[in-house]
């Protein structure tokens, strides 16, 4: 299972394949001591990836932060729920720099009433970012949660809107 770290405007992000597809986004190193692992299972930020599915994550990544992508194109092959890969495949739907609520998600998959359940769902998006769990908020125009942070959250959300980034971004 190959793994990538790279460095990016909201930290470091952690890249994870498995079978030719992407399973996980993490800002943490889901392995407890890379430095350990085999030549060429981990490319930390900065080192070159052998695994052509990651060097192109990566790429894919850099020119999202750069404001020159706007839709990931990877094979992706996040685990969960039956109703977690539902919702998860809905927020790709949520077209860039815009938002969309929980209960709007929620209709969305077919469960007007599932508005927690699809926050539950939200919350465990194992593809932050390049499944755009970022892009949905509470009702009130509020940002809700986010397991990247708020802070990310809101970076995010600034940077698909076009708008002034926080200083050292």
Same mark, same amino acid.
């Given at each position: 299972?190959?793994?990538? %770290?790279?460095?990016?405007? *909201? !930290?470091? @992000?952690? @890249? +994870? $394949?498995?079978?030719?597809?992407?399973?996980?986004?993490?800002?943490?190193?889901?392995?407890?001591?890379?430095?350990?692992?085999?030549?060429?299972?981990?490319?930390?930020?900065?080192?070159?990836? +052998?695994?052509?599915?990651?060097?192109?994550?990566?790429?894919?990544?850099? #020119?999202? /932060?750069?404001?020159?992508?706007?839709? /990931?194109?990877?094979?992706?092959?996040?685990?969960?729920?039956?109703?977690?890969?539902?919702?998860?495949?809905?927020?790709?739907?949520?077209?860039? %720099?815009? +938002?969309?609520?929980?209960?709007?998600?929620? #209709?969305? *998959? %077919?469960?007007?009433?599932?508005?927690?359940?699809? !926050?539950?769902?939200? =919350?465990?998006?194992?593809?932050?970012?390049?499944?755009?769990?970022?892009?949905?908020?509470?009702?009130? =125009?509020?940002?809700? !949660?986010?397991?990247? !942070?708020?802070?990310?959250?809101? /970076?995010?959300?600034?940077? $698909?809107?076009?708008?002034? @980034?926080? #200083? %050292?971004?």
């Amino acid at each position: 299972m190959p793994v990538a %770290g790279l460095e990016s405007p *909201v !930290g470091p @992000l952690w @890249l +994870t $394949e498995e079978d030719g597809h992407l399973v996980a986004l993490d800002r943490t190193c889901p392995l407890p001591a890379p430095d350990l692992c085999p030549p060429g299972a981990v490319s930390l930020p900065g080192q070159a990836v +052998t695994s052509p599915l990651l060097h192109a994550a990566r790429e894919q990544l850099a #020119a999202y /932060f750069a404001g020159r992508l706007r839709r /990931f194109d990877l094979p992706l092959a996040p685990r969960g729920t039956p109703f977690q890969l539902r919702v998860w495949r809905a927020l790709q739907d949520i077209p860039y %720099g815009r +938002t969309c609520s929980y209960s709007e998600l929620a #209709a969305a *998959v %077919g469960d007007p009433r599932a508005c927690r359940a699809v !926050g539950r769902a939200n =919350g465990r998006n194992p593809l932050m970012i390049v499944i755009p769990c970022h892009r949905v908020i509470a009702a009130g =125009g509020g940002l809700g !949660g986010y397991s990247g !942070g708020l802070a990310v959250k809101r /970076f995010l959300l600034r940077l $698909e809107a076009g708008l002034p @980034l926080p #200083a %050292g971004h």
